[in-house]
T-cell receptor, first 110, second 115 residues
Framework: KQEVTQIPAALSVPEGENLVLNCSFT??????LQWFRQDPGKGLTSLLL?????REQTSGRLNASLDKSSGRSTLYIAASQPGDSATYLC?????????FGKGNQVVVIP | GAVVSQHPSWVICKSGTSVKIECRSL??????MFWYRQFPKQSLMLMAT?????????EQGVEKDKFLINHASLTLSTLTVTSAHPEDSSFYIC???????????FGPGTRLTVT
């Protein structure tokens, strides 16, 4: 069974600092890995999708890396803004079944 | 991008009644949809996989007679919570799978409160 762990569970950073969010998973046999953003009481917004054959994906200030062999992914958010405050979820796709971590709860302090 | 809608966005019902939640893919066809539930401060837990035209596949520990899933068309899946109890109160989220990239697009979720 795939186990997904996200560290740290919660963090606060001052505006302008770079954010580094970590995700680890136990089974490296994956199709892809997705990073999502979830605001309180809301659904999920897809941020980045990395296929198993890729090493990283970038979108604007966001960059996600994937090291499948070691079972790790990292989400970098450059120059954080208060609007980046949210919970970030990592989800690993194995055989079309997503296994989610518990999330990184981020607060960006103005 | 692919859009998935859910209806209703929130619902309050009395214990013992049934509630139906709809999940629609608005601009693409989805042969496979998924249903998740999320408790406060917890992550999403997969409940079942819904395939168009066939029976849903339920995860271990999920009662199929309580959580009825129907995927009658390529754009609609429904989840019916039967004989709801307060412990069924949760946030229910659906997703739809795209065929090309195997990416799941999520609906906005439905907040169910059973009184």
């Amino acid at each position: 069974k795939q186990e997904v762990t996200q560290i740290p569970a919660a963090l606060s950073v001052p505006e302008g600092e770079n954010l580094v969010l970590n995700c680890s998973f136990t089974d490296s046999a994956i199709y892809n890995l997705q990073w999502f953003r979830q605001d309180p009481g809301k659904g999920l917004t897809s941020l980045l999708l990395i296929q198993s054959s890729q090493r990283e994906q970038t979108s604007g200030r966001l960059n996600a890396s994937l090291d499948k062999s070691s079972g790790r992914s990292t989400l970098y958010i450059a120059a954080s803004q208060p609007g980046d405050s949210a919970t970030y979820l990592c989800a690993v796709n194995g055989n079309n079944r997503l296994a989610f971590g518990k999330g990184n709860q981020v607060v960006v302090i103005p | 991008g692919a859009v998935v809608s859910q209806h209703p966005s929130w619902v309050i019902c009395k214990s013992g009644t049934s509630v139906k939640i709809e999940c629609r893919s608005l601009d693409f066809q989805a042969t496979t949809m998924f249903w998740y539930r999320q408790f406060p401060k917890q992550s999403l837990m997969l409940m079942a996989t819904s395939n168009e035209g066939s029976k849903a596949t339920y995860e271990q520990g999920v009662e199929k007679d309580k959580f009825l899933i129907n995927h009658a068309s390529l754009t609609l899946s429904t989840l019916t919570v039967t004989s709801a109890h307060p412990e069924d109160s949760s946030f229910y989220i659906c997703s739809a799978l795209t065929g090309q990239t195997l990416e799941q697009y999520f609906g906005p979720g439905t907040r169910l409160t059973v009184t």
